[in-house]
């Protein structure tokens, strides 16, 4: 039996991704160490609805002169830092899990690139799943 709070819960990531939720791809991959990784035999792509937040930045690349003294007008790099969220109800619903350095692709964005899961998931103690992604091409 669930107890309230898992059940409000429940109910307000229902709102959160009928809100937020974006169509997108699961397409796992299979590798191992460093080795690229290749399509992943056993699991199938599959259909998710996630929530996606991807902030635009600048970052500076000053290196060792961040403090005190830095150099007045050094590099700069544009950013994008990317987050996945998948709610309890869509994970329990896949037929396969996610895992690291498998893909995600915003099919409701149409141009968005491909995101590699790069840092191995895991789940919060309600159940969702944060995924830390990183943009590696186009869809």
């Known amino acids: 039996m669930t107890s309230p709070f898992q059940f409000m819960q429940r109910r307000l990531s229902a709102v959160v991704a009928n809100l937020y939720g974006e169509v997108a791809t699961h397409i796992p991959r299979q590798g191992i160490g460093y080795a690229t990784p290749g399509a992943d035999p056993i699991r199938q792509e599959q259909p998710l609805t996630v929530v996606a937040a991807i902030s635009p930045g600048i970052d500076l690349l000053t290196g060792t002169r961040a403090q005190g003294g830095a150099i007045a007008g050094g590099s700069q790099i544009a950013t994008a830092k990317s987050e ?14 996610v895992a690291h ?27 969702d799943m944060r995924l830390l992604v990183t943009a590696v091409g186009p869809s």
């Open 101 to 127: 350095k498998d893909l995600i692709v915003l099919t409701s964005r149409p141009g968005s690139p491909t995101f590699e899961i790069s840092v191995p998931p895991t789940k919060n103690h309600m159940g």
């Open 84 to 97: 996945i969220w998948i709610n309890a109800t869509q994970l329990e619903a896949l037929l396969y899990p």
